[in-house]
């Protein structure tokens, strides 16, 4: 498939021609969309096309409409269900992948609590932590990490028995089961994944480290013997 000012075509090598498969758009990056047959071509000035690869016919997706209308130069996979747009001018925007919703992720004028240091962004990249990289025209990279939830202080609270037993951790584990264990200079703390209640054992042991024994259990090593 090879994009040009007048559309994309598909090639066939052995026969050494071209067919259109899409309207006189021009074309500036693309996407294949394994998951459901769908490539996505970003044009100059026409907005986000979607065909189905297996008759080529253009998918229309109402939500796409709403995206500016300036040069898309990048589309990449954000995770299972998203993508990301990086458009000449507007920052990057997201999209799901069944186009049922689209919406603005990042730009430079902060109108999404997330500024970027330009807004003309002619590559997005995701690694395999997830963190999106995206390079403009005059802003150089900036990196995104996206958070699944907002940070946590875990920490002791006087007379809370539903807390860490103390702020001084030397040590912690997660169990077969999703329990999280903390190792402290007054004992052992333990926090249920399901319920979120705190258990607490070796009252006033100094706990250094943690170890996940055969039987599921955890070994505690204590400042004196384990």
Same mark, same amino acid.
């Given at each position: ?33 394994? #998951? ?10 026409? %907005? ?28 990449? #996979? ?14 990057? &925007? ?35 932590? %997830? ?23 875990? #920490? ?25 264990? &903390? ?7 333990? #926090?249920?994944?399901?319920? %979120? ?18 039987? %599921? ?10």
């Amino acid at each position: 498939i090879m994009g040009t000012d007048h559309g994309a075509f598909v090639c066939h090598a052995k026969s050494r021609t071209m067919k259109a498969i899409t309207g006189p758009i021009s074309v500036l990056t693309s996407f294949f969309d394994n #998951q459901n047959r769908y490539m996505w071509f970003g044009s100059f000035h026409d %907005g986000i096309k979607v065909y189905d690869t297996r008759n080529w016919k253009e998918i229309i997706l109402p939500a796409l409409a709403d995206l500016p209308r300036l040069p898309v130069r990048s589309i990449e #996979q954000m995770n299972a269900s998203t993508l990301l747009f990086g458009f000449d001018g507007a920052g990057v &925007y997201a999209s799901l992948r069944n186009g049922k919703a689209a919406w603005l992720l990042f730009n430079a004028e902060d109108e999404t609590n997330n500024a970027l240091h330009g807004n003309g962004i002619y590559c997005i990249r995701t690694d395999s932590f %997830g963190d999106i990289w995206m390079g403009s025209y005059s802003g150089g990279i900036d990196m995104a990490i996206p958070t699944g939830h907002l940070m946590e202080i875990v #920490q002791h609270e006087y007379l809370n028995e539903q807390s860490l037993v103390n702020s001084c951790v030397n040590c912690v584990l997660e169990d077969n089961a999703g329990n999280v264990w &903390y190792a402290t200079d007054r004992g052992v703390s333990v #926090q249920n994944k399901e319920t %979120g209640e705190w258990h607490h054992s070796l009252y006033n042991k100094v706990a250094l480290t943690l170890c996940p024994s055969r039987d %599921g259990g955890v070994l505690v090593g204590m400042q004196f013997y384990l």
